[in-house]
Each structure stands twice: as C-alpha cells, then as structure tokens.
C-alpha cells in the first residue's frame, strides 16, 4: 500500500474533550473509575495509531467526525496539540488543519491565504510553534 496516498483524520481531540468531562458531568461513563480507565484506554490506543501512521508517511488531517455539543469545529487547537503531544511537529500539527484537511476535501488551496482565497485569516495571542496551546487564543478571524 501506498501509504502517501492515504489519509487519516486524527480525531484525538475526542479523547481530551472525553477526558475533560470527569469534571462537567455526573455520568458514570466519564465519572467512574471503570468509565475514567476506559476512555483512557481508548485515548492511549488512539494516539498510538496516530503516531503510527504518521511513522508510516500517512497524511494527518486535524478534525473528527464527532459531531455535537462536546466538540466544536472551533476546538481544532485541541486537535493540534494532541498531533503535537504524539510526534508531529508543530508546524506540521498547524497544516494538518486548513492544508491537509483541504486536501483531503478536495480544495488544495484551502490554506492559501491570498486575495479571492478560500481560507479565513485567524490572528491568535503568542506563538504556536513553540507553544502550541497558543491556537486557544484567538484575538481575531476574518474571511
């Protein structure tokens, strides 16, 4: 298999909002200590898989097909650290949102940022190259 023709879209971010909601709900699935070990097991075996495609040359897109309350399409800082914490690097943890994801929708251009492009121009507080938790910060987007 040609592994520079396959794509992934990571979904990582679903583990961290899982984890996160030990502390916003009284469910057992995410309160319990069963409910706790089995979402980590599946964020572990998750970022494991990731790494190893990234490993494989397979093509990373930051996202999820995870819809509703607990993820919003606004979180992709989530998706961005996670690809940072299992191996990319940041720059590429940044492309693999507008570039890769737009790629792998059919718009090769989506992280052009020029006149009549298809991307939206964010500006955020800090660096993310260093500190990738600085994509939580955004000050301002335009389109």
Do not use: N, Y
């Amino acid at each position: 298999m040609d592994s520079t023709r396959v794509r992934l879209v990571s979904s990582l971010a679903v583990g961290e909002s899982w984890r996160s909601f030990a502390t916003t709900t009284a469910l057992p699935r995410f309160l319990s200590a069963k409910g706790r070990q089995s979402i980590g097991g599946q964020r572990e075996e998750t970022q494991f898989s990731v790494q190893l495609a990234h490993q494989a040359g397979v093509t990373i897109a930051t996202g999820t097909d995870f819809g509703g309350w607990s993820l919003p399409a606004s979180q992709l800082a989530w998706g961005i650290e996670s690809l940072v914490a299992v191996g990319l690097a940041p720059c590429d943890a940044i492309e693999a949102a507008p570039a890769s994801g737009g790629e792998l929708l059919g718009e090769p251009d989506a992280a052009c940022i020029c006149e009549g492009g298809p991307a939206d121009f964010i500006l955020i507080h800090g660096d993310p190259l260093p500190d990738p938790s600085a994509m939580w910060g955004v000050w301002r987007v335009s389109w």
